[in-house]
């Protein structure tokens, strides 16, 4: 699936039921919409200062977003 805007990428983590969680996103459904979809490095970067995570996504650049994605989800 192809997202390319905040509003889309907003839609589907709302949509989303997660389990054992308090319903807040955090970055690892972030980080797993960015993994199953084919999402631009910078909506990606804009949703996660949409969450308020303002300081990973200031210290981020588009380039950076892949291997933050690994780190996230693998703990590397």
Sequence with gaps: MK?????EYVKIL????R???NGKINLQD?????????????VVLD?????DYVDVSNSLTPSDVNEWKNKVLFKN
Aim: hydrophobic letters at 40%; zero cysteines; glycine letters at 4%.
């Design 30 to 42: 972030i980080s797993l919409v960015y993994a199953w979809n084919y999402v631009p490095e910078q």
């Design 3 to 7: 997202i390319n805007s905040v509003k």
């Design 14 to 17: 709302n949509r989303w039921k």
């Design 47 to 51: 949703v996660i200062a949409h969450y």
């Design 19 to 21: 389990n054992g969680t």
